[in-house]
């Protein structure tokens, strides 16, 4: 079984820094894995962030992200990570690891990590 685990989240003033990291387990390679990260804010649904192949070589980010976050992975570590820069306060939320097969959909997710952006 897939077993996803964020860390790395915590407070941080607007305009601050924070990484987030996603341990990947339960599979012997993850090569037809995408990898994502996605988010919920207080009374809001579950945003897209950003995803990425395994292989690391096609990313995808929100608008609101874009330029601003930056996803990678280790695949030597079964890592995915999450490196936020100029945190807004509209950027808190609990944050998601989540991966899929191919095409198929996120089916896979952690417990998530919470970010609290402070003004």
């Known amino acids: 079984q897939v077993q996803l685990v964020e860390s790395g989240g915590g407070l941080v003033q607007a305009g601050g820094s924070l990484r987030l990291s996603c341990a990947a387990s339960g599979r012997t390679s993850f090569n037809d894995y995408t990898m994502g990260w996605f988010r919920r804010a207080p009374g809001k649904e579950r945003e897209f962030v950003a995803a990425i192949n395994w292989s690391g070589t096609n990313e995808r980010y929100a608008d609101s992200v874009k330029g601003r976050f930056t996803i990678s992975t280790d695949n030597a570590r079964n890592m995915v990570y999450l490196q936020m820069n100029s945190l807004k306060p509209e950027d808190t939320a609990v944050y998601y690891c989540?991966?899929?097969?191919?095409?198929?959909?996120?089916?896979?997710w952690g417990q998530g990590t919470q970010v609290t952006v402070s003004a």
């Open positions: 989540a991966t899929r097969f191919r095409l198929l959909d996120f089916r896979y």
